[in-house]
Nanobody, 123 residues
Framework: QVQLVETGGGLVQAGGSLRLSCAASGRTFSSYAMGWFRQAPGKERDFVTAISASGVSTYYADSVKGRFAISRDNAKNTVFLQMNNLKPEDTAVYYC????????????????WGQGTQVTVSS
C-alpha cells in the first residue's frame, strides 16, 4: 500500500518561507515522478510543481516559478518543496502525489495522494 505523508505546513507572513516534505512508502520511490498540487478554498486543485524520478527534470506552474523549488532524496524516499517569497494567494492545502510514470506527463498521471498540509500566508 502506497502512503504519502506531508509535513511542514503552517502559518507564515507574506514574504516568508516554508519547506514542505513528503515521505513516501509502499512503492519504489526512485521509479516515479513526484508532484505537488494545491487547493485553495472554493477552487479546484491546481498543479504546482513536479520532479522526474531521477530528479534531473523539474516542472513549475508559472505562478510559482522563481519562488518555489522542488527536490527529492531517493535514498530517503522523500520529496521536498521549498517555498520562498510566499504570497497570500499561495494559501491552500498542499498535496504530494506520486505519478504512474518516471516523468511528469500531466495531472491525470498521478495515482497516489497524500492527505494534504495547510499553508496559510498572512498579508
Amino acid at each position: 500500500q502506497v502512503q504519502l505523508v506531508e509535513t511542514g505546513g503552517g502559518l507564515v507572513q507574506a514574504g516568508g518561507s516554508l519547506r514542505l516534505s513528503c515521505a513516501a512508502s509502499g512503492r519504489t520511490f526512485s521509479s516515479y515522478a513526484m508532484g505537488w498540487f494545491r487547493q485553495a478554498p472554493g477552487k479546484e486543485r491546481d498543479f504546482v510543481t513536479a520532479i522526474s524520478a531521477s530528479g534531473v527534470s523539474t516542472y513549475y506552474a508559472d505562478s510559482v516559478k522563481g519562488r518555489f523549488a522542488i527536490s527529492r532524496d531517493n535514498a530517503k524516499n522523500t520529496v521536498f518543496l521549498q517555498m520562498n517569497n510566499l504570497k497570500p494567494e499561495d494559501t491552500a492545502v498542499y498535496y504530494c502525489a506520486s505519478s504512474r510514470f518516471p516523468v511528469h506527463t500531466g495531472p491525470e498521471a498521478y495515482d497516489y495522494w497524500g492527505q494534504g498540509t495547510q499553508v496559510t500566508v498572512s498579508s
